[in-house]
């Protein structure tokens, strides 16, 4: 029995005519872009018309990397350049919005890296600032279109398990090495790196409504590298108060685990006709109507680079058929509602309401 094929889950350029339409200016030649965009990119074909980087070095060393026919250090200079029709954000939140307004001069389409960025105002201005530019903004959050991610939402809109009343995550995983960037990040295991798994929460929940309130506890051991801790374990509520909801998720995500042979990293969804459970390499299903019988689908493609692909072609899809970003600056404002939530509970001991952390946003009313 076959319910999901590579290409229902796989990156998507069919419905784009002609790629070579879409040349892709970089800006930001760090890590994430030379070790996932990037080969991406060219493992699917997408036209890298130009990159960018305040750093002379990162900026020839990737277009020599890469076979990038202009690299530059200004800006201005790529956005001159008229083979670059969209562009690729993948810079640190502090210096994006001088960028926005930089791109608002001569206006391109912007796929920013996740999330908007790491604050809620932040975030909210960016997105307010880029409407006002004229700017048609998505935002990578590239982790649904990782292989095994995208497999089991696929399998969830088939609504092959009934009424979905439980999604729990659960991840074991190290990343307290010195001198790294990220454990001198405040909060950096929820608002970074977890901001992933906030989001996939929202990204799986098959019901109109949004996350209502969240209870979120963290640990930090007396020695680690990191600033904040790398432990979390939160309950996304979705619904009114009074535990009677019909769904609600389950986060933990252990980021200090020092042996690395029980490193996992698994997803459930359970639902009144069955369950899904996934890893990052194989998707298992049982259904009530098959007793006996544990369905296993091992998938193709990674996370890194395939993700990456997947991202930037729907938004290419999207920008070709006329239709708003796969994933808008709004969508991901209510991601980064849910972080900033989920460190303000820890830090403080309580449940926390998602209208408490949009009062006074533009997005309070909904």
């Not at 990293?265 to 049982?286: P, R």
């Not at 369905?295 to 395939?306: A, N, R, S, V």
Request: glycine share 6%.
């Amino acid at each position: 029995m076959e319910f999901i094929r590579p290409e229902d889950y796989l990156p998507r350029k069919q419905h784009i005519p002609d790629l070579n339409q879409y040349g892709i200016g970089l800006i930001g030649c760090g890590s994430i872009a030379n070790t996932a965009h990037l080969p991406a990119y060219r493992k699917y074909g997408l036209k890298i018309a130009a990159c960018c980087d305040v750093s002379e070095e990162a900026a020839r060393a990737t277009a020599e990397k890469f076979d990038i026919p202009f690299w530059t250090t200004s800006v201005d200079e790529l956005l001159e350049r008229e083979e670059v029709a969209v562009i690729d954000l993948a810079i640190h939140p502090e210096p994006r919005l001088e960028v926005l307004r930089r791109i608002g001069r001569a206006p391109r389409p912007v796929l920013c890296q996740k999330p908007l960025a790491l604050e809620l105002q932040h975030a909210e201005l960016l997105a307010r600032e880029a409407d006002r530019l004229g700017i048609t903004l998505g935002v990578n959050q590239q982790a649904r279109w990782a292989p095994a991610h995208k497999a089991l939402k696929t399998v969830l809109e088939q609504e092959l398990i009934g009424e979905v009343y439980s999604i729990h995550h659960n991840l074991r995983s190290f990343q307290d090495q010195a001198g790294w960037w990220w454990t001198k990040m405040k909060n950096f295991n929820i608002v970074d790196h977890g901001v992933h798994y906030a989001d996939l929460c929202r990204y799986f929940n098959p019901y109109p409504e949004e996350w209502s309130r969240v209870h979120c506890t963290t640990a930090q051991l007396r020695q680690q590298n990191a600033v904040d801790p790398l432990i979390y374990s939160a309950n996304v509520e979705f619904g009114p108060k009074g535990g009677r909801n019909p769904f609600m998720a389950s986060l933990h995500f252990n980021n200090i685990v020092k042996a690395g042979r029980s490193h996992s990293h698994t997803w459930w969804v359970d639902g009144t006709e069955g369950s899904l459970w996934c890893t990052q390499d194989t998707l298992y299903m049982a259904l009530n109507r098959h007793k006996n019988v544990v369905h296993e689908i091992k998938l193709k493609g990674t996370w890194f680079p395939d993700a990456f692909a997947g991202s930037m072609l729907a938004f290419i899809t999207a920008l070709e058929e006329g239709g708003r970003p796969p994933v808008t600056p709004d969508d991901n404002l209510q991601t980064v509602a849910l972080t900033t939530a989920m460190v303000l509970s820890s830090q403080e001991g309580r449940v926390v309401e998602r209208t408490d952390v949009l009062k006074g946003s533009v997005l309070s009313h909904e």
